[in-house]
C-alpha cells in the first residue's frame, strides 16, 4: 500500500515540476478556487474543514461547491480525482455513481476527511475529456490533477417559451426540450418563474378537465375581482388519534421519549373503489410501523385486523417500515398498485411496490436525500415524480426527479435538478422570527391542474422545541402548476393553519399527506396531521400527541371570480374543445350568470339563459341552440357576465351529466376510479 501511495506522490511531484513551482496546476475559472490541506474550508455552505487527506491529493487544487451538488464542465482534459464517502450504512456515498460516470477506485487507506465516522472517504480517479459534464448530488469532492481546468456548470435558462419545440401538453403548453429544467438556483429568494403564464399557448385546448381561475392562464381580460379561499377545519377534529399499543408507546427509536403518535408523513390517504371505502396509510407511533386504517366517510376509522403481522400493520417496526413515508394507491397498476416510498434514516430510502399490502417487492434504493420525501404521479404526462427534500442555501429545500417506470425513478443521484424552496414572500412567524423553509411539498392532479401542498416550516429550531417539549411550526399553503414544474404560489396565507395555542390537538407540525385530497359531497377534504406536543398520559415532547384531522373546502373552490353590486365580465383566451355541453360551479344565488360564445373577431356566435343557482355542476342553456357541438374543433372564447355572484370553474364536455374527464386528486365515493368519467366508463 505503502509503495502505491510513493508511486501516486511521485506522478503528483513530477506534473507539478513540468508545470512549474510557482504556477502549479490550473486552477478554474469560476467558483471557488481552493487548494487540498488540513485545515481548508471544504464546501461553500459548510463549516467543514479537511481534517485527513491521501497524500496523493496534498496540494492539489480542487472546486469548493455545494455539499449537496457538485455540476461541473471540464475546461481542460486530464486525470481527475473524486472524494466521496465510503459505502457504508448511514454515509451519504456516491460511489456507484461515480464508477457509472467512469471512475475507478485508487487502492489507497480511506481518510476521514472531515469529524464523524461517515465521512470516512474513499478516492477515485478518470482520464477527463475536454468538454465532459460532470454532475453528481450529495456529496462527491473533485479535486484537478495535472492539467486538468474544471468550470461551474451554469444551464443557461430555455430561449422564449413562445419557441419551444419539446413535448406537447394537453392544455397546449410545450415544453422545452431539456426536461425537467436544470437552470434554476437554489440560492434565490426570488418566487419561482411560471413561463407559461408569461408566455401563454394562443389555443388552449379544455376537454380535460374543469378550467380552474387560480391564475390568469385562461383569462385574456376580465373586471371580476379574484378572491381566494382556505379551508375551514372540520369541527369533529381530530378524527382519528392514537389508540393501540404501537400508537401510544414511547419511542425508542431516533428520537425517544416521544409518545401518543398517529401521523400522516407523509402515509397516504386515497378512496379504493374496489374495496368501497377510504384506506389510510400511518405510522402507528413516532418512527413506528406501517399501518393502515379505513373509513366510509372519513369521520370515522377502523383499525382492521390485517392477518399480516399484528392487528392493522402491514409492515413492522424498524427498518422494514422506515423513519416516514409516502405511499400511494395506482389503480391503473394490480402488480404494483400500492406504491411506496420510505427513509430508513442512515441507511437512505428505499422504493418498493405490492399487489395488496401483504408481499411487497424488494427495496430498491434511491439516492442520498433528507428526511420526508414524497411521491406523486403526473397522469398529465405519466410519470411518477419524486420530491426530494435536501438542505441548500435557504435551508431545506425540493429537489425533483421523474421517470416513466416508478422503480427506475429510484435513481435520483445523477438525474435529479433542483426544484423550489421557500422565498421571500413566505413571510416569517411573528413571535419566531426565523427564516422560513419549505419542509415538504406533496402534488396530485387536479382536474386539469396539479395541485402543490406546501408544508412550510417557521420553526423554532429543532434544539429549542426539544428543550422546551413542544412542536415547532409548519403550516401547509397551495400552489398550482400546469406543467407539473414550476409553481404558481399567488396566496400565501396558510391554507390550513397552526392554532399555536398550548392544548390544542393541532396546536403545531402541520403535515399533508400523500394524495393530498379527496373528492366527498361535493367538497375536497384535505386530511392533515398535527401535533399537540402533549401524549394524553401528560408526557411532553416536540415529537408527541399527533392525530389526524380534516379540513375542507368547496370543490374547485381554490379561488374565485367575483362580482358584486356592479356587474363584471371575464372573457377567455381562445380555447379548443370536442365536447358540446358548458358547464359551470357558480355561486349567484342572488345574482345572474350569462355567457356569450364568440369567435376569433369576437362575433358574438351564442348567448345563454340567464342562470340563478348556488351550484358546482350546472349546465349553461343556449338561446339560439341546444348545445355547442357545431363549434366543436374551432377556437372560442367565453364572456362570462357576472352580477352579485362568484365564478369558480367552466369546462366543456360530451357528457349530459356534466362528466369532467377531469382528475379527482386521491378519488372519492361515486367515481370508479381518479377521473370525473360517465358511469358507463
Not at 416569517?428 to 411539498?441: E, F, N, R
Amino acid at each position: 500500500m505503502k509503495t502505491v501511495l510513493v508511486f501516486l506522490a511521485s506522478l503528483v511531484a513530477l506534473a507539478l515540476s513540468a508545470l512549474g513551482a510557482a504556477q502549479g496546476p490550473a486552477l478554474p475559472q469560476s467558483g471557488e478556487a481552493a487548494v487540498m490541506k488540513p485545515g481548508v474550508k471544504l464546501f461553500t455552505d459548510r463549516d467543514y474543514v479537511i481534517k485527513e487527506l491521501p497524500v496523493a491529493l496534498s496540494g492539489l487544487p480542487f472546486l469548493r461547491t455545494s455539499i449537496e451538488q457538485v455540476d461541473v464542465r471540464c475546461v481542460k482534459p486530464g486525470l481527475l480525482y473524486a472524494l466521496t464517502p465510503t459505502v457504508r450504512p448511514g454515509a451519504s456515498s456516491q460511489a456507484e455513481v461515480l464508477k457509472r460516470a467512469g471512475f475507478v477506485i485508487v487502492e489507497v487507506p480511506e481518510v476521514q476527511l472531515f469529524p464523524g465516522e461517515v465521512n470516512r472517504t474513499s478516492l477515485f480517479r478518470k482520464d477527463v475529456q475536454a468538454g465532459e459534464h460532470l454532475r453528481f448530488n450529495k456529496m462527491v469532492l473533485l479535486v484537478m490533477g495535472p492539467g486538468v481546468e474544471l468550470r461551474l456548470h451554469q444551464p443557461a435558462p430555455p430561449g422564449p417559451w413562445s419557441e419551444n419545440s419539446g413535448e406537447k401538453l394537453y392544455n397546449g403548453i410545450v415544453l422545452p426540450q431539456v426536461w425537467p429544467p436544470p437552470h434554476l438556483s437554489a440560492a434565490t429568494v426570488e418566487p419561482m418563474p411560471v413561463p407559461y403564464l408569461e408566455q401563454p399557448p394562443n389555443v388552449v385546448p379544455i376537454d380535460v378537465g374543469r378550467q380552474l381561475f387560480v391564475d390568469d392562464f385562461l383569462i385574456e381580460s376580465t373586471t371580476l375581482q379574484r378572491t381566494f379561499h382556505i379551508a375551514k377545519k372540520f369541527a369533529g377534529n381530530p378524527v382519528f388519534k392514537p389508540e393501540t399499543k404501537h400508537e401510544l408507546a414511547a419511542s425508542t427509536l431516533g428520537e425517544k421519549g416521544q409518545e401518543a403518535v398517529c401521523y400522516l408523513g407523509h402515509g397516504g390517504v386515497f378512496f379504493d373503489p374496489e374495496a368501497q371505502h377510504f384506506k389510510m396509510f400511518y405510522t402507528a407511533g413516532w418512527r413506528g410501523p406501517l399501518a393502515l386504517a379505513t373509513s366510509m366517510d372519513l369521520r370515522r376509522w377502523t383499525r382492521p385486523n390485517l392477518g399480516i403481522l399484528e392487528d392493522n400493520l402491514l409492515l413492522a417496526k424498524g427498518p422494514a417500515a422506515g423513519g416516514d413515508n409516502s405511499v400511494w394507491i395506482d389503480l391503473n397498476s394490480q402488480e404494483q398498485r400500492i406504491k411506496y416510498l420510505t427513509d430508513h434514516g442512515r441507511a437512505g430510502h428505499t422504493l418498493q411496490t405490492s399487489a395488496d399490502g401483504r408481499s411487497w417487492s424488494p427495496p430498491v434504493p434511491t439516492g442520498s436525500a433528507a428526511d420526508y420525501c414524497s411521491i406523486f404521479h403526473n397522469p398529465f404526462r405519466n410519470v411518477w415524480c419524486q420530491s426530494i427534500k435536501q438542505g441548500g442555501p435557504r435551508g431545506r429545500s425540493r429537489w425533483y426527479h421523474e421517470d416513466a417506470d416508478f422503480l427506475k425513478s429510484a435513481d435520483w443521484r445523477a438525474s435529479s435538478v433542483y426544484w423550489c424552496n421557500a422565498d421571500r414572500l413566505d413571510e416569517p412567524d411573528a413571535a419566531v422570527g426565523d427564516k422560513p423553509q419549505l419542509y415538504s411539498l406533496s402534488a396530485v392532479a387536479y382536474e386539469s391542474l396539479m395541485l402543490g401542498a406546501f408544508q412550510i416550516l417557521l420553526g423554532p429550531d429543532n434544539e429549542i422545541c426539544d428543550q422546551g417539549k413542544f412542536p415547532k411550526i409548519t403550516e401547509l399553503k397551495l400552489g398550482f402548476s400546469r406543467d407539473g414544474f414550476h409553481w404558481h404560489r399567488p396566496d400565501r396565507r396558510a391554507f390550513i393553519a397552526a392554532t399555536r395555542k398550548e392544548g390544542d390537538w393541532d396546536r403545531a407540525y402541520l403535515h399533508t399527506t400523500t394524495g393530498v385530497c379527496v373528492v366527498m359531497e361535493d367538497q375536497l377534504w384535505f386530511p392533515y396531521c398535527a401535533y399537540s406536543g402533549i401524549a394524553p398520559n401528560g408526557t411532553r415532547g416536540m415529537y408527541s400527541g399527533a392525530s389526524v384531522g380534516l379540513a375542507t373546502l368547496r370543490r374547485d373552490g381554490f379561488a374565485s371570480m367575483d362580482a358584486h353590486e356592479t356587474p363584471g365580465t371575464l372573457t377567455t383566451r381562445p380555447v379548443l374543445f370536442k365536447g358540446r355541453h358548458l358547464f359551470v360551479n357558480v355561486s349567484a344565488k342572488e345574482g345572474a350568470l350569462r355567457v356569450e360564445a364568440l369567435d376569433a373577431t369576437g362575433q358574438v356566435l351564442a348567448t345563454s339563459k340567464p342562470l340563478t343557482a348556488e351550484t358546482t355542476k350546472q349546465r349553461v342553456e343556449w338561446n339560439q341552440r341546444l348545445d355547442l357541438s357545431a363549434l366543436a374543433g374551432q377556437p372560442v372564447r367565453f364572456r362570462f357576465h357576472l352580477t352579485r355572484g362568484a365564478l369558480y370553474a367552466f369546462w366543456v364536455t360530451p357528457d349530459d351529466d356534466g362528466s369532467s374527464h377531469g382528475f379527482l386528486a386521491a378519488g372519492g365515493p361515486g367515481f370508479s376510479g381518479v377521473r370525473d368519467l360517465p358511469a358507463s366508463r
